[in-house]
C-alpha cells in the first residue's frame, strides 16, 4: 500500500511540474529533461511510470477531469457534470489551450474519445435500465459515437473559444440535450 500512493504522489507530481511549464511553453516543446529536473528525480523514475510525456499528459487529464466525471450518477446528476466540465476548462484554461494549439483539434478530441465512449455507453445502459428498453447493440454504438463526438466537440470549442459563448446557455443546452436523450 505504501508504494502505491508514493507512486500516485510521484505521479502527480509530474503532472503538477507538466502543466507548470506547459502554462509557459507549447506543449510540443516539453521534454523529459525539464520535467525530472522540475521534479528533482531522474530520469528512469520517469520512464518507469510514463512511456513519455504523451503519456504524462493523458494520465494527467485522466485523473483531473474524466475519472472525475466517471464518478457521477450521469442520469441524475448530469448538469452538475458539465458544470465540472466547464469549471475545470476555465481553472486550466492557459494549459488547455497549449494543448490544444501545440497537438491540434483531432488530436486532443482523440484523446477524449476513448473515455468519453466509456461515459456515454454507461449512459446509454443507465436509460435503457432505467426505461426497460432495450436497443440493438449497433444503435448503441451508433448513439456512444453521435453523443461522444458531440461532447468531445463542445468541449473543445469551448476550451479555444469560451469567451465567444454565453456560459449559462451553453450549460443550458447542453441539459436539454441530455434531458431529452
Not at 529533461?33 to 494520465?59: G, M, P, Q
Not at 452538475?80 to 494543448?99: G, H, Q, R, S
Not at 484523446?111 to 456515454?120: G, M, S, V
Request: hydrophobic share 45%.
Amino acid at each position: 500500500m505504501k508504494y502505491e500512493v508514493t507512486s500516485l504522489n510521484t505521479k502527480k507530481l509530474f503532472a503538477e511540474a507538466l502543466k507548470e511549464i506547459v502554462v509557459q511553453k507549447s506543449f510540443s516543446k516539453v521534454t523529459v529533461s525539464e520535467l525530472i529536473r522540475a521534479c528533482n528525480v531522474n530520469r528512469k523514475t520517469f520512464y518507469y511510470h510514463f512511456t513519455d510525456v504523451y503519456d504524462l499528459l493523458k494520465w494527467t487529464l485522466e485523473q483531473e477531469a474524466i475519472d472525475v466525471v466517471k464518478k457521477f450518477d450521469l442520469i441524475a446528476d448530469y448538469e452538475e457534470v458539465i458544470l465540472f466540465a466547464m469549471d475545470y476548462i476555465e481553472k486550466n484554461d492557459v494549459f488547455l489551450k497549449n494543448i490544444y494549439d501545440s497537438v491540434g483539434r483531432d488530436e486532443l478530441k482523440r484523446f477524449f474519445y476513448t473515455d468519453f465512449i466509456e461515459i456515454t455507453i454507461s449512459m446509454i445502459k443507465q436509460v435503457e435500465a432505467i426505461t426497460e428498453i432495450t436497443v440493438p447493440e449497433e444503435f448503441e454504438m451508433f448513439l456512444s459515437s453521435f453523443y461522444t463526438e458531440a461532447i468531445a466537440g463542445t468541449l473543445l470549442e469551448w476550451i479555444v473559444n469560451k469567451e465567444e459563448h454565453d456560459r449559462q446557455q451553453t450549460i443550458d443546452y447542453i441539459s436539454v440535450i441530455f434531458r431529452t436523450a
